[in-house]
């Protein structure tokens, strides 16, 4: 576990290597991180070359290094690798999939959802062989890792994080499990007398396939991330900035269908607390144990996600509207979230309060959620903070001694 | 639209959650809200189960204002019948309550045209030193013909107000009533009024300290700028309020026709559609002219639509 700790750190002098995309914002940013902390430039991996086998860790990691795992998203060609990775197990796994030889053939097509289920069974195989390949190469402590890959697997499975943050106490909304379709969700959503729900892709990231529903039995409504386009008869599912409105219990039982061939995550929605005039939740990223970085996404709409181009405000204009005592506690809410990823130096919490302040409840967890270019916390971004934070901490049953 | 936020302020008193753990405050000074959370709603606590608490608290019968929020499964169709008939058996536990706000409920909690109500008419009956009173949402709400001598503000808020609440409303024997602000919405969530629906208030002969008239949050605004600016009513006003609707160059120019429409003291039209030379003229009639917030009208399938500010 990431501790405060007296022992020695990572000082400067140390390399730091990257496994991320090329031309990732993220990388220029940690870059830039890194040079205001006096280090030079990381190493860049790049996940397509590593998961073709044009790049080897072993020639490229040295003892003493420190790495770093990316987010492998936004670059098309390191989808469709991932997404062939997993081909075969989806494939075993009954959801939506495509063969690796339709996945060849798939030509970048902005904001299209592509089997979701298939890509993160495909990134869990990648994340066991980089797991396994960096224990083979036997550094042990002396080699310091930012991340853990079965925890990154973890925060990118809602319902495992779901499952695992319910077992240690942790305050979330009640689940519905994974339907399998519209129907065993409007059942469930009957038996637990919840008649709002949010339905989230199992496996979806930074507001994808996204939908909050409400039914009184009679009338429906579903706001939604997801925009549906017919192509030679079947549905295909792309992510939208611009909010959906459903108001058809048809459509609405069509789209979820659709989600649900992807795997879904449903929990109830539970209020959120309201600030200059629009209803918010928080995105805390936790570093070394604690919360740090923190921001208020501020929407008119059910749905508050940053990619949404929604408003903002400050950890201290935030602080003052829901008071001392609920913003401590929405902190420790953090900090325990965080907890099921102990061996993860950093982590994006997303937190709702409930309109009393009173209460809390974490909505995700994000392995790559600490991209929050601008907001900063003690003087420091948040990657400055986490290079800051590696001088300062070890871990207990993890890499560094 | 909708509204995202609870209140803060009721009344110029701060609103404060009501915790059956904690003493009261002053209440001279706090305006409590009694609101049920999710987890509260899951462990079966009732809304009239608060209230009961609030009501065994020494000091409870210095109440003055009190704020209705969210009770239990209020975004599934739940009605206000419960809320209604523990109010009203609380009549003599509240003897001072003159503010009263029914439904302080967020489109996060129910969206407003989902918030059930019922007849309010009870309420009425048995608090009379009521003398302001908002109400949220419009689905299944009734009011019966209030008879109240002391009733000065009546608000109710909604994205479709029934025409019989309307009715209700204007039947009523309220000599007291200054303020009066009615939300009507849209038809698709039941505000299906027309212009002969408010007919009687027109005329000018009811209400008769009535100086502030809203008629909000209106698909008809343009019809009932039309009619308002020909009425009676409008030679006592000093506050006309036509904003949230989708009022347009047709409601202003006949605003601007009517002889009256400078003798008010103040016209609020924001959230509207008028052409900004139309705008322009408006804000030359002399008189406090709130014409922010202009709209754009909406293109779909060729058609344009105008859409009002608080509606679903």
Redesign the interface.
Known sequence: MWRDSTSQGIRSGRRFVVIGNPGSPRIGLFDAALDRQGHPPAVLIPWLDWIEGRSHLSDILRRGDVLRIESPGRHFGTERAILACGSESAEADDCAFLSPAQVSALGFDKGRILCPRQWYLGFRLLLNRLKRELDELGMGSELVLMNDCDEIALMFDKPACHRAMTAAGIPV??SLGQPSCYGELVTRMTEM?H??VFVKLAHGSSGSGIVAY?T????H?AWTTVETEAHSGRMQLYNTRKLQRLTSQSDIAGLIDALCKNRVHAE?W??????????FDLRAVVIAAAPAHVVARL??S?VTNLHLLNQRRSAAVTRHRIGEEAWSAAMRTCAAAMRIAPKSLYGGIDLLV???F??NAVLEINAFGDQLPGVLHNGLETYDAEIRALAAVRVVEGAIA | MSIHENLTTFQGKNVEDFDPDQPLGDPRTVAYRIRLEWDEGNAGTKWVDKFAQLLEKPDSGKVESLVIGAWEEVGGGTDSASIVEALAAARDDLPGLKHLFFGDITSEESEISWIMQTDLSPIFEAHRQLEYVTIRGGGGLALGRVRHERLRELIIQSGGLPPQAIHDVLASDLPALEHLELWLGEPNYGGSATAEDLAPLLGGEQFPKLKYLGLKDSVIADELAGVLANSPILERLDVLDISMGTLGDEGARALLASSQISKLKKLDVHHHFISDELVAKLQSLGIDVDASDKQKPSEWRGEQHRFIAVSE
């Open positions: 909304p009640s007398d008649l709002r409400q009184d039995g009679r009338r409504l109830r539970i209020p959120k607390a309201g600030m200059d005039g629009m209803c929407s008119t059910p409930t309109p009393d009173k209460r």
